[in-house]
């Protein structure tokens, strides 16, 4: 399925977000980005690399299991 306008604008201000080190807000922006495309692998990659960064373990390793099933 495509992107639509609103999950990329999500994605975006996400990974500008993980970039400026805002890695909580981050982290949120891709969820909500999910909300609106819950098939988007990569955006479940983004979710589980955030956690790990976060040192939330056991959440990576479960976002890490939704990215390679999406």
Partial sequence: M???PHARSLKA????????GKLEAA???YQD???AE???A???QRVAELL???ERTPEAARAYDDAALA
């Fill in 2 to 4: 495509a992107d639509s």
């Fill in 13 to 20: 201000q996400a990974a500008t977000l993980a970039a400026g």
């Fill in 27 to 29: 982290l949120a922006g």
């Fill in 33 to 35: 980005a999910l909300r």
């Fill in 38 to 40: 819950p098939e988007d």
């Fill in 42 to 44: 990569e955006v479940h």
């Fill in 52 to 54: 790990e960064w976060l």
